[in-house]
Nanobody, 120 residues
Framework: QLQASGGGLVQAGGSLRLSCAASGRTLSDYAMGWFRQAPGKEREFVAY??????SHADSVKGRFTISRGNAKNTVFLQMNSLKPEDTAVYYC?????????????????WGQGTQVTVSS
């Protein structure tokens, strides 16, 4: 039900915008999160957005921005100044309770992931 897209191959310093869209529902009442997982590493928090604001991981703060689209079923992750260490599969997630948070356990629904590869 969640579809993540927008990944690709980019050079260091470049930008990508990831999108997460839900079919058949609006996301405005959901807490939405982005997580990423690099090969051999655990899934890690990137950013979330919920009713009382947004939060970004320290590793992406100032470079990545999470936002909601005007269409209420889309959430974006704008990624600027990309680094090779940002290479990972990026997942969007939704929490119907509206809480979400920085732990992957706080989310009920997950998209399939989109690959982001940053070359040096």
């Amino acid at each position: 039900q969640l579809q993540a897209s927008g990944g690709g191959l980019v050079q260091a310093g470049g930008s990508l915008r990831l999108s997460c869209a839900a079919s058949g529902r609006t996301l405005s009442d959901y807490a939405m999160g982005w997580f990423r997982q690099a090969p051999g590493k655990e899934r890690e928090f990137v950013a979330y957005i919920r009713w009382n604001g947004v939060s970004h991981a320290d590793s992406v703060k100032g470079r990545f921005t999470i936002s909601r689209g005007n269409a209420k079923n889309t959430v974006f992750l704008q990624m600027n100044s990309l680094k090779p260490e940002d290479t990972a599969v990026y997942y969007c997630a939704a929490d119907g309770s509206g809480v979400g948070g920085s732990s992957w356990m706080g989310y009920d629904y997950w998209g399939q992931g989109t690959q982001v590869t940053v070359s040096s």
